[in-house]
C-alpha cells in the first residue's frame, strides 16, 4: 500500500522568503511522486513530478523537488515567495506510470504575507 | 487542444437522491480517474476506466458507478446520497501507453452539497 504524509496543514510565509512544504511518502515499490497545486474553486494543476530519472525536479513557477530515497522525502521548495503562490498544495505518490490511481496527501495551505 | 471539462459546476441533492456527473476527456485520452475531495482533504481516488472498462477501484462502495464512452467522455453516477457525499468530485484523463508515464490532467470539478 501507498500513502502521503504532508507535515504541516497551514505555512506561512512572508514574500520573498524560502518556501518549503515537506511530504513524505510509503510506498512498497518505487514511487512515481508529483507535487499538485489547487487554487481556490479550481481542479489540480500539475506543478512537477518526479518519475525515476533526476532526483532533483524542477517544476513550473520557480518551484522544485528532491526526491531522497532515504528519507522516502519529496519536499517541495522555493527560493522566493510570491503572493501568487497562495493556494492548496497536495503530494501524490503513484505506484505506476501516473495513469494508475494517485494517493494523495492531505494538503498544505500557503499563505504568504507581506 | 481542449482540456478536461466537467458539468455542472454545482449541484445540490437531497440525501436518498441520485446524481450524475459528467466529464469530457483532454482529447486523444483513452483513460478518465474519479477522485472525491472532501473539504479539507486531498482527493481519494474512486475508480478508473480505460477503453470503457472498469480498471481499479477505491475504497467506495457499489452506490458509485461509472461508464466511460466510446468518445472517451465519462459519468459518475452515485445512488443513495449520503450526508458525506457532500465534496468536490475532479476528474482526470490521460493517455496510458504500456511502459510509458502517463500524466493525469484534471478537470475543475463539481461540487455537490446534499443536504
Known amino acids: 500500500a501507498q500513502s502521503v504524509t504532508q507535515l504541516g496543514s497551514h505555512v506561512s510565509v512572508s514574500e520573498g522568503a524560502l518556501v518549503l512544504l515537506r511530504c513524505n511518502y510509503s510506498?512498497?515499490?518505487?514511487?512515481?511522486l508529483f507535487w499538485y497545486v489547487q487554487y481556490p474553486n479550481q481542479g489540480l494543476q500539475l506543478l512537477l513530478k518526479?518519475?525515476?530519472?533526476a532526483t532533483l525536479v524542477k517544476g513550473i513557477n520557480g518551484f522544485e523537488a528532491e526526491f531522497k530515497k532515504s528519507e522516502t522525502s519529496f519536499h517541495l521548495t522555493k527560493p522566493s515567495a510570491h503572493m501568487s503562490d497562495a493556494a492548496e498544495y497536495f503530494c501524490?505518490?503513484?505506484?505506476w506510470g501516473g495513469g494508475n490511481k494517485l494517493t494523495f496527501g492531505t494538503g498544505t495551505q500557503l499563505k504568504v504575507e507581506l | 487542444e481542449t482540456g478536461v471539462t466537467q458539468s455542472p459546476t454545482h449541484l445540490i441533492k437531497t440525501r436518498g437522491q441520485q446524481v450524475t456527473l459528467r466529464c469530457s476527456s483532454q482529447?486523444?485520452?483513452?483513460?478518465v480517474s474519479w477522485y472525491q475531495q472532501a473539504l479539507g482533504q486531498g482527493p481519494q481516488f474512486i475508480f478508473q476506466?480505460?477503453?470503457?472498462?472498469?480498471?481499479g477501484r477505491g475504497n467506495f462502495p457499489p452506490r458509485f458507478s461509472g461508464l466511460q464512452f466510446p468518445n472517451y467522455s465519462s459519468e459518475l453516477n452515485v445512488n443513495a446520497l449520503e450526508l458525506d457525499d457532500s465534496a468536490l468530485y475532479l476528474c482526470?484523463?490521460?493517455?496510458?501507453?504500456?511502459?510509458?508515464?502517463?500524466?493525469?490532467?484534471f478537470g475543475p470539478g463539481t461540487r455537490l452539497t446534499v443536504l
Open positions: 482526470a484523463s490521460s493517455l496510458v501507453r504500456e511502459l510509458d508515464y502517463n500524466e493525469q490532467f
Open positions: 510506498s512498497s515499490v518505487p514511487p512515481y
Open positions: 482529447s486523444g485520452h483513452n483513460t
Open positions: 518526479y518519475t525515476s530519472a
Open positions: 501524490a505518490v503513484s505506484e
Open positions: 476506466y480505460y477503453r470503457e472498462e472498469e480498471n
